[in-house]
């Protein structure tokens, strides 16, 4: 008999496990476990009655480094090269980046000269930060909050109005609570290995080997900043889930996990409430704070690290506007949290993705709502409902692009707890989670948004790794 791998989770993290698992010369039987009826995790896309396409999660995947290439070799692999819609670097989407402050939008600067110019909403040219950047000697500390190492880099401004909005556009998080180590490792690494973010940046990382095919090679000579799928990024988690069946892995739906034992033989019992799998090894993607609660006694101290990485929550008000005009063209505008608590931001998807506003075409934003605003209103057990996230939005849409009339079509969904938070001595929590897998020998390895990355790339990429360590071969080949 050859090893069963069960696999936790059918999010893109677990789908990308599964998937590695399956491709290898001599695959074990693998078995994909996923609580919900429906597979995808947070990638979900939906459609309106006119055709559009509104995405409740992602929406957006950047083909940029070795991980880009990477999910866009698995997105040829798939066959779904003639379903991809880029974002070309010429476009206004790849280009305009904006603030909301002090009640107004102030394009990001982009470029050199953009350096040189003065451009609110910050007092003088961003110059000034990058030069005060390059004279800063490197801190000393094994982690520091975004806020504190940005302040130190770049100095106040930058670090409560551009970095502070880049926590919450990402992370939904406080860039007082959340850690530059673990949130932004290339700009901590940049800082540990040159001394500088920009020397880092300049001087680059070394390129190792990176995959090859034609939607790279297109990618890279139009200089993509994003892409999607024409019927929406849950198209990816579909055709996974086709490509897994046809390769024999057994994929079950809506079959919560609720306990995990481990057998006298070394091996795992998967407890399904009225059924039972058995396991020579796990894969976890599931959230570290639900897998916490599943583990038995002798994994005390894993659960305990694990419980301790906690997650946001965020309201994704999908709009949609018969004849509303932006008043610019970029990829959205993000809002730091000294000018709205509550708003994090709004994405103008039918600037990125006009071939998904559906006929005839309307204009969709996303509004995202999350931030102290609403951990405030969690914390006090106030009623959430879709009436007062689609008042908010719509209120934002109004004065922050002056879109004043009724959408013509509304989307309201709260993801509770959906994106982790690596607060400061994120690093230590996984280091003690590997020691003690290590140290135990459990046949268990950890993927998924809850460890090092959250976008969809840093997922895909975890089911990878932790698919090669299963497999015993190299993760980085
Ligand atoms: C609103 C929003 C917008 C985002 N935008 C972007 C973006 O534009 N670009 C980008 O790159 N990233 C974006 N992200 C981040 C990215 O989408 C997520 O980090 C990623 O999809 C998480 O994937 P995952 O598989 O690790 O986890 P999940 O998607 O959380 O999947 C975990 C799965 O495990 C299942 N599960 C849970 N408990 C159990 C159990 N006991 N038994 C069995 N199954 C269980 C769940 O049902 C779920 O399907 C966004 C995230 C959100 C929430």
Not at 148 to 170: K, T, Y
């Amino acid at each position: 008999m050859g090893r069963t791998v069960v696999v936790l989770g059918g999010g893109i993290s677990g789908l990308a496990a599964s998937y590695h698992l399956s491709r290898a010369p001599c695959p074990p039987k693998v078995v994909l476990v996923e609580g919900s009826e429906r597979l995808g995790g947070w990638i979900r896309s939906v459609r309106g009655p006119d055709g559009a396409v509104f995405e409740l999660g992602p929406r957006g995947i950047r083909p940029a480094g070795v991980l880009g290439a990477r999910t866009l070799l698995m997105v040829s692999e798939l066959g779904l090269d003639s379903e991809v819609l880029p974002v070309r670097g010429d476009h206004a989407a790849a280009q305009n980046r904006f603030l909301y402050v002090g009640g107004a939008l102030h394009a990001l600067p982009s470029g050199f000269r953009g350096l040189l110019r003065p451009s609110p909403p910050f007092s003088k040219p961003l110059f000034w930060a990058g030069l005060k950047e390059l004279t800063t000697p490197r801190g000393k500390d094994p982690d520091e909050t975004v806020h504190s190492f940005a302040q130190r880099r770049l100095g106040p401004e930058v670090a409560s109005l551009a970095m502070d909005s880049l926590c919450r556009g990402v992370f939904a998080g406080n860039s007082r609570e959340l850690s530059i180590r673990s949130c932004f490792p290339s700009l901590f690494q940049a800082e540990q290995t040159h001394r500088s973010i920009l020397l880092g940046l300049l001087l680059g990382a070394g390129r190792g080997p990176q995959p090859d095919s034609a939607l790279i090679r297109q990618a890279r000579a139009e200089r993509w900043s994003q892409w999607s799928l024409r019927e929406g990024l849950e198209t990816l988690p579909q055709a996974l889930n086709t490509h897994l069946t046809s390769r024999g892995v057994s994929v079950l739906r809506g079959q919560p996990v609720c306990g995990l034992s481990l057998e006298a033989e070394g091996c795992w019992k998967v407890s399904l409430g009225d059924s039972n799998l058995e396991a020579d090894h796990i894969i976890s993607a599931i959230p570290a704070s639900v897998l916490s609660k599943l583990l038995p006694a002798e994994a005390a101290p894993l659960a305990r690290a694990l419980s301790t990485i906690t997650a946001v929550s965020v309201a994704v008000v999908n709009l949609q506007y018969r004849g509303g005009r932006l008043p610019v063209q970029g990829f959205g505008h993000l809002v730091p949290s000294s000018e709205d608590p509550g708003i994090l931001g709004i994405v103008y998807d039918s600037v990125a993705f006009p071939e998904q506003d559906g006929s005839p075409p309307g204009l969709r934003v996303t509004v995202m709502l999350g931030g102290s605003w609403l951990r405030t209103l969690e914390a006090r057990g106030s009623v959430l409902s879709q009436e007062l996230f689609q008042k908010e939005a719509e209120k934002a849409a109004a004065t922050q692009l002056g879109l004043k009339e009724p959408p013509s079509h509304c989307l309201v969904h709260l993801h509770k707890n959906c994106i982790p938070q690596y607060t400061l001595g994120h690093w230590q929590k996984l280091e003690s989670a590997t020691q003690f897998l290590a140290a135990q020998k459990l046949p268990l390895t950890l993927a998924g948004a809850s460890y090092e990355g959250v976008a969809v790339n840093d997922c895909i990429e975890s089911g990878r790794q932790a698919a090669a360590r299963v497999l015993g071969t190299e993760p980085n080949s």
